[in-house]
Structures are given as C-alpha cells and as structure tokens.
C-alpha cells in the first residue's frame, strides 16, 4: 500500500519541483516588469526665477511665556531662560515656517547633500524650527557639556531616540517621506523642542528674530504660500510670482 501511495505521487512531486525551479529562474531582462519610471527633475532657470519674501507679523500684546528654568541639570545656562515656543519682537514674530503649498511643476526637485544641522546649545534645539528636503541628510550635534536624548515623534517616518553625550559623534538621519511638523523632543530635558517639517521641494524659509523671510529661485507663476506657527497654526495666502520679480507677502498671526 505505501509503496503505490509513494510510486502515484512521485512524478507529481517531481513535476511540482520542476514547475518550481523553472518559475525562479532569472526572467531575460526583456521580460522583467518596466521598474516605475521616476520622475523628472525639475530644473529652475535662474535667469527667470523670482521670490517671495516679507515679514511674518504678531497683532496684540504678545503672549506671555514662562521662562525655562533648567537648573536641575548643572551642565544646562542657570538663572530664567527666555522660552522658544512663541518669539515675539517688536510685533514680528519668529520661527513660522513658510512654504510653498500648491503651485510648483510636476516633477521631483533634487535633493541637495549637504545636511542641514540640528544642534544642541545652551539646552536647547538650534534651530527651533526646521526645513529639510525628504532624503537631505539631518545632522545632530551636541555643543554642550550636557547629555542629551534626542527623539522625534513622526507619524509617516521611522521615529528615532538617541542619547547623545558632548563627546559623541554627530546623529545623521533621513526622513524619506514628507511630513509637516515633527516634533522632537529630549528625555533628559523636558523644555527642550524643536520641529522638523519634511517637504519635496526647497522652497521654504523660516522666519528670523525680525520676522523676516526670503524664498528664492521660484519658477515664475502662481502659488499658495503657507505659514506654520506651533501654537497658531497654519494660514495660507495665493501669491503671483514674476520673472526676476520679488512678490512682497506679509503675513500676521494673532494670539488665540
Ligand atoms: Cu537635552
């Protein structure tokens, strides 16, 4: 009985390897599935390129913030520390975040190699606010006496959560998908913040102390800008660019 079970299902079994082995076989490279084709880089002409610029206001009294008190950690600045969540000066405000929404051509823009530097001083992140392209390298410095922890809490990328002591190596890390305000954050130091906003393209700035920004080398056309605040949120605004044109836009936050 169990020599005609094996005998009826042996050349079942032989033809199931042979059906196999041909199946993995290499496909002729004319026969292999088109990989997706990627798309074009764009390439701007400087020549004809405008900008955006302006400057980001506050309207009203500025909120108050509760200075940071890091004295628990000896290797962090004694005494208050002027808080980094909301930068009101003279009526502008600092680290809004603006970028060109809608508007840009079809294609992908190339992905610059240098890195941009997120670094650790005086117990805080510097910069407060940051853009990087998706696949720019970010690269995480510790400039203190102090330890720190740096961790990020995407929701689309791979979160990361380093310790990084004064005498350590910079972190790089890359984000491959786009995502709008990261937050990081250190486990040692519970003040310390910062955002990362990951986008396809260059064209983003981050207001300064003064309020000011600049966007460059945008082809000419129509756009919608948008600024990001971490505590007031997000507005957007249609602009026109020109050739060698700077369009002057202005936005203005109050608080809420
Ligand atoms: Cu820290």
Known sequence: MRTISIRSFAPTVLLALLLALGCSKPQPASEQPAAAPKPA????????AGSVSGVVNFKGAAPKTKPLDMTADPGCPTGPQPSDAVMVNSGKLANVFIY?????PQGAFAVP??????????????PHMLGIMAGQPLKITNTDT??????????????????????????????PTPEMMIAVQCNQHPWMRAYINVMTHPYF?????????????????????????????EQTMKVKVSSKMDTDVRFAFTAQ
């Open 41 to 48: 880089t764009i390439s701007v002409d400087a020549a004809t």
């Open 146 to 175: 102090a330890d720190h922890n740096i961790h990020d809490m995407p929701g689309k990328n791979q979160p990361f959560n380093e310790s990084q002591m004064p005498t350590d190596k910079p972190i790089t890390k890359t984000f």
């Open 205 to 233: 700035a981050v207001s300064a102390a003064n309020g000011s920004y600049e966007i460059k080398n945008l082809p000419p056309g129509e756009y919608t800008l948008a600024a990001v605040h971490e505590k007031f949120g």
């Open 100 to 104: 060109v929404k809608e508007g840009l």
């Open 113 to 126: 190699t240098e890195p941009v530097v997120l670094d650790q001083k005086g117990c805080r992140y510097i």
